[in-house]
Nanobody
Framework: QVQLVESGGGLVQPGGSLRLSCAASGFTLDYYAIGWFRQAPGKEREGVSCISSSDGSTTYYADSVKGRFTISRDNAKNTVYLQMNSLKPEDTAVYYC?????????????WGQGTQVTVSS
């Protein structure tokens, strides 16, 4: 049974921080690139960040989050993280993680159910 579970979301004030986790069960994340996506109400889903499967040092970020978000992976824990700092109200969305067997590109295979992030005063 393949499963991805996001956690760590919640309500935070502007300027605050959250760390999202993407934990895998039923398979190993080592050979997959992992992407983080988000979808706000009334908006299309957008890519936020991605980390390669090779050495974990090749990362990609949307311009809107660059310098504020950091993606990382811990293969021993079968988990990928998204550290979110200096959060803004426009970061409010449901955040999803997904696997890709073909790198950080347009095709992703398995998706989690998402975790809600709300940035508000």
């Amino acid at each position: 049974q393949v499963q991805l579970v996001e956690s760590g979301g919640g309500l935070v004030q502007p300027g605050g921080s959250l760390r999202l986790s993407c934990a895998a069960s039923g398979f190993t994340l080592d050979y997959y690139a992992i992407g983080w996506f988000r979808q706000a109400p009334g908006k299309e889903r957008e890519g936020v960040s991605c980390i390669s499967s090779s050495d974990g040092s090749t990362t990609y970020y949307a311009d809107s989050v660059k310098g504020r978000f950091t993606i990382s992976r811990d293969n021993a824990k079968n988990t990928v993280y998204l550290q979110m700092n200096s959060l803004k109200p426009e970061d409010t969305a449901v955040y999803y993680c997904a696997t890709s067997a073909t790198g950080c590109g347009p095709s992703f295979d398995s998706w989690g159910q998402g975790t809600q992030v709300t940035v508000s005063s």
